[in-house]
């Protein structure tokens, strides 16, 4: 009875969070990039949600494995598979070559081979590596990035600082990972036929994503929510706002790189 009613609550969530999904999937930014110069441009901004995409996925991993030197296994086996398989895939993927590489150095990869400029987010980066707390690096943008950049950066970490697992996985499956897989196949069937060579590292890796997200993932992610709010009418409700809430900032995202093309 219980998969029933969840089965019914994931489908009146499915119809609410529609307009949005399909206003994202059907954005103008797809069309608007016609050439090598849009293209960079979307990169340039679009690498700070691949990196942003971890922060999501590394805090359900910390809550939904166990990550502490005295290993105990956690209860809900289904998504600790789902969420060390991703983990996996986003930091254990391999490039072109073979060589191992995480989906952010992938896209690095791309970036440079595009000749998009790639300083901002690896300064981002590196100050996080020299100590800086994220928070301090958003807040006071000492590593000097895009503002829509830091802005999409905030509303995730407004999620995962609300610290409700339920709520974080929303944002991680119906904000992100169920997205990924329409968005992206909409946007590489443009990208094959307009820059067949040009942009091959950038194809490869949102082959790699279609791949992994479309056909694996998605189901799991889904699962994963059933088993975090059951029949919990407020955790079920509290879904539906976070993932209306991470849609609308994916969309101001889309918005504010499409009046920069």
């Known amino acids: 009875m219980e998969g029933i009613n969840?089965?019914?609550?994931?489908?009146?969530?499915?119809?609410?969070?529609?307009?949005?999904?399909?206003?994202?999937?059907?954005?103008?930014?797809?069309s608007s990039m016609i050439s090598l110069t849009e293209v960079r441009i979307f990169?340039?901004?679009?690498i700070y949600a691949v990196w942003d995409f971890m922060s999501l996925l590394k805090t359900l991993q910390r809550v939904l494995t166990s990550t502490d030197s005295a290993w105990i296994p956690t209860k809900d086996r289904a998504s600790r598979k789902l969420i060390n398989e991703i983990v996996c895939a986003e930091e254990s993927d391999?490039?072109?070559?073979?060589?191992?590489?995480?989906?952010?150095?992938?896209?690095?990869?791309?970036m440079r081979q595009a000749g998009a400029e790639t300083r901002p987010i690896i300064k981002f980066?590196?100050?996080?590596?020299?100590?800086?707390?994220?928070?301090?690096?958003?807040?006071?943008?000492?590593?000097?990035?895009?503002?829509?950049?830091?802005?999409?950066i905030r509303s995730t970490q407004k999620i995962i600082n609300r610290g409700k697992t339920h709520e974080i996985a929303a944002?991680?499956?119906?904000?992100r990972e169920d997205l990924i897989p329409d968005m992206f196949t909409s946007l590489v069937k443009k990208l094959c036929k307009d820059h067949p060579s040009e942009l091959s590292a950038f194809v490869y890796?949102?082959?790699?994503?279609?791949?992994?997200d479309g056909d694996e993932h998605g189901p799991m992610a889904l699962k994963m929510i059933h088993n975090l709010c059951?029949?919990?009418?407020?955790?079920?409700?509290?879904?539906?706002?976070?993932?209306?809430?991470a849609l609308k900032a994916r969309l101001t995202f889309w918005d504010s790189i499409h009046r920069k093309l």
């Open 171 to 175: 944002a991680f499956t119906f904000g």
């Open 230 to 245: 059951k029949n919990d009418d407020q955790k079920w409700q509290e879904v539906e706002d976070v993932s209306i809430e």
């Open 43 to 46: 990169m340039e901004h679009h």
């Open 6 to 30: 969840t089965d019914f609550r994931l489908i009146s969530l499915n119809r609410h969070i529609d307009p949005l999904r399909k206003e994202i999937l059907n954005h103008p930014i797809y």
């Open 94 to 110: 391999v490039d072109l070559n073979g060589n191992p590489a995480s989906h952010y150095e992938l896209y690095l990869d791309a």
């Open 125 to 152: 980066v590196r100050k996080l590596e020299e100590g800086f707390k994220q928070r301090e690096i958003v807040r006071f943008n000492i590593s000097e990035a895009d503002e829509d950049c830091l802005n999409f």
């Open 205 to 212: 890796y949102l082959d790699r994503h279609i791949e992994l």
